[in-house]
C-alpha cells in the first residue's frame, strides 16, 4: 500500500511562508506525477500545483505566482513552497498523484491568522 507522508504546516500570519513536504514511496516517485491539494473546512479537495517526472510544473490561478512546487529525486521528496500567505490557504494540505491518486494520507495543517 503506498502511504503519502506530509509534513510543515504550521500558524503563520498573513504574508509569512511555509515550506511543505511529502515523502513519496520510491517505487512510484521516479515515475509520477504528482500534486499537492488543500481542502478548506466546507469545501472540496482542490488540486493546488502539480509537477511531472520531468519537472513541469502547474498551479492554480489563485496561488500562482505565490507557491512553487518541486521534488527532490535523491530524497523521494516533493515540496510546497507557500510565501505570500493569505487567510483563504488556510486548509489541510494533501500530495497525490496528478492523474493516478493513491489512499490520502493525514495531511498537513496549514493555518494563516494573525
Not at 37 to 56: F, K
Request: charge should be positive; aromatic fraction near 10%.
Amino acid at each position: 500500500q503506498v502511504q503519502l507522508v506530509e509534513s510543515g504546516g504550521g500558524l503563520v500570519q498573513p504574508g509569512g511562508s511555509l515550506r511543505l513536504s511529502c515523502v513519496v514511496p520510491r517505487s512510484i516517485f521516479s515515475s509520477t506525477s504528482m500534486g499537492w491539494y488543500r481542502q478548506a473546512p466546507g469545501m472540496q479537495r482542490e488540486l493546488v500545483a502539480s509537477i511531472t517526472h520531468g519537472d513541469y510544473t502547474n498551479y492554480a490561478e489563485s496561488v500562482k505566482g505565490r507557491f512553487t512546487i518541486s521534488r527532490d529525486n535523491a530524497k523521494n521528496t516533493v515540496y510546497l513552497q507557500m510565501n505570500s500567505l493569505k487567510p483563504e490557504d488556510t486548509a489541510v494540505y494533501y500530495c497525490n498523484g496528478r492523474y493516478i491518486t493513491y489512499a490520502w494520507g493525514q495531511g498537513t495543517q496549514v493555518t494563516v491568522s494573525s
